[in-house]
């Protein structure tokens, strides 16, 4: 799940930070010791399941008493190696309406495809935030299906317009794309925690 802008709307405070692509099984600790070393932090959480699972959602906000420590933030930790990934650091921005429609969901994709050779088929149409492609559960094999999460609903209508329907370079079918429906649970979280969650102090504000 990503929600993020490297710019900033109107309005937007300069202390809020959204982090995405953080790896499963970080604790809040160790989340908060990472974003701690730039400077004072008023908030931190990483957004989970509460109600029912645990589960992370694999993104989480960082609330700076000051400015610049969220701008130094940005420069120093984005694509910082975490675990098995690299974490994305940017401004959080409110939910709105150019956020909505900008997760596509990708259908037939070549079997022999790995995350590269899909960003690269749709990077030439905006900014892409996220992708991840689907495996079987079983086989632990690709299933031919993933998403792409463009920064704008304009990029995303673009790639739509552009590639469904194409067959691509090593595929035998042509691709279906159209816009994910989106989960649910995890757009409830990115609201919780772009309003309430950051009052709370769970996660090493403490």
């Known amino acids: ?23 499963q099984n970080l604790t809040d600790q160790e989340f908060y010791k990472i974003f701690v070393v730039v400077g004072p932090i008023k908030n ?5 399941d509460l109600k029912q699972t645990g589960y992370s959602f694999g993104f989480g906000f960082v609330e ?16 910082l190696p975490v675990q098995h990934k690299r974490i994305k650091v940017s401004y959080a921005r409110p939910p709105g309406e150019d956020i909505k429609e900008t997760n596509l969901y990708i259908q037939n994709i070549p079997r022999t495809y790995n995350l590269d050779q899909l960003e690269e088929l749709f990077s030439s149409y905006g900014q892409i935030v996220q992708k991840n492609l689907l495996k079987d559960k079983v086989t632990g094999l690709p299933r031919g299906v993933g998403f792409v999460r463009f920064d704008k609903k304009s990029e995303a209508e673009a790639a739509i317009e552009g590639m469904n329907g194409v067959t691509p370079e090593g595929g035998t079918e042509p691709l279906v794309v159209k816009v994910a429906e989106e989960h649910g649970k995890m757009k409830a979280a990115y609201y919780a925690g772009y309003h309430a969650g950051l009052n709370n102090t769970r996660g090493g504000s403490q």
């Open 1 to 23: 799940m990503s929600f993020e802008s490297s710019s900033l709307p109107d309005g937007e405070t300069r202390t809020n930070l959204i982090i995405n692509y953080l790896p």
């Open 64 to 79: 700076y008493q000051k400015p610049e420590d969220a701008a130094k933030a940005i420069l120093q930790l984005n694509n």
């Open 44 to 48: 931190c959480r990483i957004m989970k």
